[in-house]
């Protein structure tokens, strides 16, 4: 990566809605992207629907390219984590030598369907915390994007919600502050990994009161300019 260049983008797991619509704020920050799945034909196929999404709305972008989800995370500068939970550990497992050394975005919040407005954290604390037990500390888990809805992400529109940012490495939380920054939102460090488990417990708070409300509905935070 040259000094002129915006780190590239790895997103394992990137097919469904939130990988999409990562991809889409991503992509429209100026990051070169790689969508990552399991299948290598199903991640290209979505790397060309953002593309022509991008395309319809009239935004620029660099290269988005599509790859099976260890050449994803071997390309990808930052390496973005946002597969279901059960899928979670052996995604990890599978990628942990390729991201060593890296900033990792853990998105994966611990939802057990099918009572998925329940809090159900795991035993370990959180899913941030198990991404970086697993990993391994040479590895700079960041654990974020929890409380933003997907249909947030994917709509061409300003997102009315703050971004809660945890891990154990300062420059590793503000290196993906500056990202959230640059795709609209407001990111704070709230903290090391331990402090994951509050942000993924919320998401299923608001899906309650998405339900109830029938909104979007995301956290925001107050008294900070």
Known sequence: MSSNTKPSIGIVGGTGDLGRGLALRL?????????GSRNAEQAVA??????AVLAERGIAHPAISGADN???AQQGDIVFVTVPFGAHQ?????IRDAVQGKVVVDVTVPLVPPKVARVQLPT???AGQIAQTLLGEAVHVVSAFQNVAAAHLQADMEIPCDVLVTGNDKPARQTVIDLIESMGMRGF???LINNAAAAEALTSILININKQYKTHAGLRLTGID
Do not use: D, N, R, Y
């Not at 992509?27 to 969508?35: C, E, N, S, T, V």
């Not at 979505?46 to 593309?51: P, R, W």
């Open 27 to 35: 992509a429209k920050a100026g990051h070169p992207l790689i969508i």
């Open 46 to 51: 979505s790397a060309e629907a953002v593309a």
């Open 70 to 72: 260890a050449a994803t």
């Open 90 to 94: 052996p995604t990890l497992e599978s």
């Open 124 to 126: 370990e604390g959180s």
């Open 189 to 191: 460090h709230a903290g």
